[in-house]
């Protein structure tokens, strides 16, 4: 038998039992034996045992919690309606434990919605919202009766709230937050750098500044936004105007380039794609492109790349090799 495997009730109504009485602190030397001797008769006792145990100190780390507490009247009432005795009877126990796990699987709870390279995903939310991910991107979503959190972890999401004032719409990014209530917006992470964009309504950066605080970094209405470090949100952009073309083209699987770095635009073309565009040598690399690229279309940029600035090209199914022309 795998020690992994489903305690049967009867044996977590005994361990139940056993780790009511050994809270109440008023056991014999001879039930103090019993219990040693139950525990160590088979190895599903002390997996219950345990779990009880877990279960208990979950429950005082989680004492103060304000959300998890407003579940815990309808445990207390169901504990002592089935209470009989000076300790908890079995089937009790096995209530409060089974309802806790409950409660505490609620609070806990986060669902993950990711994306591999290349791909974009649309996910319809419980309220309402949309989230829309970008190549490479991972967001969890835990929602909670006075607040709508969400996670992004890594990448790019665009997020369309749907209005609710009493459960405020905050996407946490590595301890900063972006708060809005019924909006649209887009939030990319990349190497520790942050940019929001409003296409919708306002929004509201905060962060852990030097104090040590939460503060505010900028409040936005539609086509501003802001750039920051996590490092160091105090050395921010401020609220600038945004290129929402630019900033929301993924969405319809496109990259808008705008004088941008040779350099640069090929890294950001290689997040989505695992056939990789290869700059070979830095004659070019600080050359500026502009334009619109379709995504997965790797042939049609080395073919701008040729035709724009002479560039060399040799491709295989792997990867794409752009070289200066020859002097």
């Known amino acids: 038998m795998s020690r992994t495997e489903v305690v049967d009730e009867s044996i977590r109504a005994a361990a139940a039992d056993w780790f009511a009485r050994q809270q109440g602190g008023a056991m014999t030397a001879a039930e103090v034996d019993a219990l040693e001797c139950w525990l160590q008769s088979d190895h599903r006792h002390r997996q219950a045992f345990a779990q009880c145990q877990q279960l208990c100190l979950m ?12 579940g815990l009247p309808e445990v207390r009432k169901a504990v002592r309606r089935r209470l009989r005795w000076r300790w908890l009877s079995a ?9 806790s796990a409950l409660v505490l699987q609620q609070h806990y709870a986060i669902e993950y919605y990711q994306t591999g390279i290349g791909e974009q995903r649309v996910v319809h939310l419980q309220d309402g919202s949309t989230l829309m991910l970008n190549t490479d991107s991972r967001v969890g979503v835990r929602y909670r009766r006075n607040e709508r959190g969400l996670h992004l972890e890594r990448g790019e999401a665009f997020f369309m709230v749907a209005k609710n004032p009493a459960r405020p719409f905050v996407v946490n990014v590595r301890g900063s937050e972006v708060r809005a209530l019924g909006t649209a917006f887009n ?40 750039r920051y470090r996590l490092a160091e949100p105090d ?3 401020g609220v600038i105007p945004i290129n929402l073309e630019k900033v929301t083209a993924w969405q319809t699987s496109r990259i ?3 004088n ?30 502009s334009g619109v690229f379709n995504i997965g279309d ?9 035709q724009g600035f002479g560039a060399r090209i040799n491709k295989n199914d792997q990867r794409i090799l752009v070289l200066p022309a020859l002097p």
């Open 260 to 289: 941008e770095r040779l350099e640069d635009a090929i890294a950001e073309y290689n997040r989505y794609t695992t056939r990789k565009v290869v700059l070979v040598g830095s004659g070019l690399a600080d050359e500026r492109i």
């Open 59 to 70: 429950s005082d780390m989680l004492r103060d919690d304000p959300e998890l507490n407003l």
């Open 187 to 226: 939030v990319a992470l990349r190497e520790g750098n942050v940019q929001v964009a409003v296409t919708q309504g306002v929004v509201e950066v905060k962060a852990e500044g030097s104090s040590g605080r939460s503060q505010p970094l900028a409040t936005m209405l539609p086509g501003q936004g802001v």
């Open 298 to 306: 790797a042939d049609a940029l080395a073919f701008a790349l040729q």
């Open 91 to 99: 089937a009790a126990a096995v209530a409060l434990v089974g309802v």
């Open 256 to 258: 808008y380039f705008d």
């Open 235 to 237: 050395d921010n952009s």
